[in-house]
């Protein structure tokens, strides 16, 4: 069965400094994969997708990612977190003849420190 | 352009009470899904509907029901709560294989 991996149940970090949340999957066919992000009491915002081509991939609030097949993985990083990325993130992979289905991982919580 | 809209927004139910959960949308697309959100257990997928009149379970369906009312609206029932259903439910859609728009949950609370 497919599964998505996310290691850090909590990471907590200073404001300004850079940031990685990490994200394994485990497919047999060619994945498709986002990162959205839930902030307290709200649904879920997309943040980035990759469905093929450059392997790294920009999305909104200056996060990117970078798929990385021989690894599995597809981790999200920010240069330079602000207070205001507090929030749960969420990794989530498809693949192609999966129903549109989605999987998800089960979230990394952010804490920002000031 | 509203989005993914739910209703209701909150819900205290008793067990044993059924209810019935709404969730429209105006993006023209033909895929929706129904999820549950618990502490430490990411989004479980409940049930979904890749197009107009057809559903299919997806890895939690047991206790509910669903019906594609037309390519619009997509409804979760809840025959009979139980404590366990305690959760916060997600409505979502997609076209094929692109971005899955999710609503803003409805929060379920069953005693």
């Known amino acids: 069965a497919q599964s998505v991996t996310q290691p850090d149940i909590h990471i907590t970090v200073s404001e300004g400094a850079s940031l990685e949340l990490r994200c394994n999957y485990s497919?047999?066919?060619?994945?498709?994969l986002f990162w959205y992000v839930q902030s307290p009491g709200q649904g879920l915002q997309l943040l980035l997708k990759?469905?093929?081509?450059?392997?790294l991939v920009q999305g909104i609030k200056g996060f990117e990612a970078e798929f990385k097949r021989s690894q599995s993985s597809f981790n999200l990083r920010k240069p330079s977190v602000h207070w205001s990325d507090a929030a749960e993130y969420f990794c989530?992979?498809?693949?192609?003849?999966?129903?549109?289905?989605?999987?998800f991982g089960t979230g990394t919580q952010l804490k920002v420190e000031l | 352009n509203a989005g993914v809209t739910q209703t209701p927004k909150f819900q205290v139910l008793k067990t044993g009470q059924s209810m019935t959960l709404q969730c429209a949308q105006d993006?023209?697309?033909?895929?929706m899904y129904w999820y549950r959100q618990d502490p430490g257990m990411g989004l479980r997928l409940i049930y979904y509907?890749?197009?107009?009149?057809?559903?299919d379970k997806g890895e939690v369906p047991n206790g509910y029901n669903v019906s594609r009312l037309n390519k619009r609206e997509f409804s979760l029932r809840l025959e009979s709560a139980a404590p366990s259903q305690t959760s916060v439910y997600f409505c979502?859609?997609?076209?094929?294989?692109?971005?899955?728009?999710f609503g803003p949950g409805t929060r379920l609370l069953v005693l």
């Open positions: 509907s890749a197009s107009e009149g057809t559903t």
């Open positions: 497919y047999g066919a060619t994945p498709y």
């Open positions: 989530a992979v498809g693949f192609t003849g999966g129903g549109n289905k989605l999987t």
């Open positions: 990759y469905f093929s081509g450059d392997t």
């Open positions: 979502a859609s997609t076209q094929y294989q692109e971005t899955q728009y």
């Open positions: 993006m023209n697309h033909n895929s």
